[in-house]
Nanobody, 122 residues
Framework: VQLVESGGGLVQAGGSLRLSCAAS????????MGWFRQAPGKEREFVAG????????YYSESVKGRFTISRDNAKNMMYLQMNSLKPEDTAVYYC????????????????WGQGTQVTVSS
């Protein structure tokens, strides 16, 4: 499956952005999906995940209550609504897919997008 992110940009602290991830080349509903991010000098980290059906979602503690992950299996799309953004949310955001159950570990995801930059100014 191929993944393409969009929707990143520059926003002031307290603002919002909505990231999108378009999937192609596979049966989207067969894949658990996740959003990860990587800030300069830091390791890639789990942000949010969603099961194949979309019924269950999971978040890192740092974004819980501010970010919302969702998916539309009919459109082969996944989204990340980011509200109340903070400067520490600045990173390249990646969408990722894996067949099977959802996990939070980077190495368990087989397919990755190219990333989209999110910059939050103070």
């Amino acid at each position: 499956v191929q993944l393409v992110e969009s929707g990143g940009g520059l926003v002031q602290a307290g603002g919002s952005l909505r990231l999108s991830c378009a999937a192609s080349g596979g049966t989207f509903s067969n894949y658990a999906m996740g959003w990860f991010r990587q800030a300069p000098g830091k390791e890639r980290e789990f942000v949010a995940g969603i099961r194949r059906s979309g019924e269950n979602t999971y978040y890192s503690e740092s974004v819980k209550g501010r970010f919302t992950i969702s998916r539309d299996n009919a459109k082969n799309m996944m989204y990340l609504q980011m509200n109340s953004l903070k400067p520490e949310d600045t990173a390249v955001y990646y969408c990722a897919a894996r067949q099977g159950i959802l996990t939070r570990t980077t190495t368990s995801f087989n397919y990755w997008g190219q990333g989209t930059q999110v910059t939050v100014s103070s």
